[in-house]
């Protein structure tokens, strides 16, 4: 008997009739045995309508009642979740954020779990009855509601695990694992039959949205294991949990030891939500750096990658840098303000930028990769605007309009096609 978290996404959730195919996905574990709380997001687009509503509303609005109206979503599908499995026999209650309670810091519209008690839901579920429980919500210190940030059901269903010290947590979704890149991008994209928490990490926050970057954190942080698989595979055709062939369902998000072969690259993923700033001629002497990262950190805004050209008279330089998207409007400001202790000639803002990321363990090991990397994409004559690396990554940023074969490029150059 296992204790299992399952978690559905949006497109999972869509309509009565896939929560009714959630539902089958539930009884199957429960016929065996099992015991489950299940975490549910909002009908696909519901989110999106509600932050359009609030945005409608007043573009400057209050993220408490934010927070109220977007959190909504999700108290829906919870309800009819337990409704249908109630129907089908299987004793069931749906819970919401503040009722486990999920405790959360007061950062509304991006709460962190700070603990999650949770002794009666836990209690019931040994028990054997199905909790439903209202994914990306939470309880601040002021006794508000707040939500996760976007994507954050993940992060809730991986914090239910850590708290019931669950057995797995299963996220159900669109596709059915992890995979090399983006499948919706390159069709030859292949399924990862396993992939470390370290790459899962880096995928994750460097664009791949299959999952939200603080529940691999935290899944890593709590040992919790993960498994990534379709909620579109015919509920009779999964195995329960003990009896399933792992390998064969879905994506394990496991530890690096766990996994045999290794790879020198696991996975792409993507960003188009960055944004390029270019400081034209600024002083090529020491305190500019400063001068200009300083006000923009007191701005809470962060920087990402950044790249400073050879300075050709030794007095002047150009400084490049990103931001997320939504931050340029505001750095923009920011810079502008101290244009005259900085000292630039021109500031440039763009958006048309993409940031290509390769990712793999393997790396640590090999030489060569960024090299490779850099040669296919002159040869496709795709110019690299700025470049950072890590241990086991290496992030590129491109012009927007190649991104697809930028992706395309390394996707094939590192062996990861499908056959
Ligand atoms: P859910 O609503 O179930 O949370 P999401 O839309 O948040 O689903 O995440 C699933 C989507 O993530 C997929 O449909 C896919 O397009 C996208 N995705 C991006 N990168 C990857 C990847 N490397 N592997 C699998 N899916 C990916
Ligand atoms: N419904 C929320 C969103 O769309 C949370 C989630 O789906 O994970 O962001
Ligand atoms: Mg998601």
């Known amino acids: 008997m296992a204790l299992l978290v399952m978690k559905f996404g949006g497109t999972s959730v869509a309509d009565i009739d896939r929560i009714r195919n959630v539902a089958r996905h539930v009884k199957r574990e429960v016929d065996a045995g099992n ?10 687009g519901h989110t999106n309508q509600l932050v359009a509503w609030a945005k409608e509303a007043s573009p400057l609005h209050d993220m408490r009642e934010y927070d109220s109206i977007v959190s909504s979503g999700e108290l829906i599908t919870a309800g009819l979740l337990a409704i249908i499995l109630q129907s089908m026999g299987i004793p069931a209650r749906s819970w919401q954020g503040w009722q486990i309670p999920i405790h959360t810091d007061d950062a509304h519209g991006a709460a962190r779990i700070t603990d999650i008690p949770g002794q009666e839901i836990r209690s019931r579920v040994m028990a054997g009855e199905v909790a439903t429980i209202a994914g990306f919500q ?95 595979t015919a509920p009779e055709d999964c195995q329960p949990a003990g009896k399933d062939d792992l390998d064969n369902t ?15 690259v ?29 006000p923009l950190a007191e701005a809470n805004i962060n920087v990402d990658m950044i790249v400073q050209n050879v300075s050709h008279d ?32 021109e500031l440039r803002g763009a958006t048309d930028v993409v940031k290509i990321s390769v990712i793999g363990v393997g790396m640590r090991s090999h030489a060569g990769v960024a090299a490779q990397m850099f040669k296919a994409l002159a040869e496709r004559k795709i110019n690299i605007e700025a470049i950072t690396t890590s241990e086991i990554k290496i992030s590129i940023l491109i012009d927007a309009a190649y991104e697809e074969l930028a992706i395309r490029t390394l996707h094939s150059l590192y062996g990861l096609d499908a056959a």
């Open 35 to 44: 015991q489950c709380a299940v975490v549910v997001s909002a009908m696909a």
């Open 138 to 232: 939470g309880i601040g210190p002021d006794g508000r509601v707040t939500t996760l940030g976007r994507g954050g059901s993940d992060t809730s269903a991986v914090a239910i695990a850590a708290a019931l010290q669950a057995d797995r947590c299963d996220i159900y979704t669109d596709v059915d694992g992890v995979y090399t890149t983006d499948p919706r991008i390159v069709s030859k994209a292949q399924r990862l039959a396993r992939i470390s928490y370290e790459e899962m990490l880096e995928m994750a926050s460097l664009g791949a949205k299959v999952l939200q970057t603080r529940s691999v954190e935290l899944a890593m942080a709590y040992g919790v294991r993960l498994l990534v698989r379709s909620s579109f």
């Open 250 to 264: 879905g994506t394990l998000v496991c530890s690096e030891d766990e996994i045999l072969e290794k790879q020198i």
């Open 266 to 294: 696991s996975g792409i993923a993507y960003a188009k939500d960055e944004a390029k700033v270019t400081l034209l001629r600024i002083a090529d002497k020491p305190g500019v750096a400063a001068a200009v990262f300083g």
């Open 314 to 345: 030794g007095q002047y330089t150009d400084l490049t840098f990103t931001v997320q998207d939504g931050d340029l409007p505001r750095a923009m400001q920011v810079l502008e303000e101290a244009k005259d202790k900085i000292g630039y000639e």
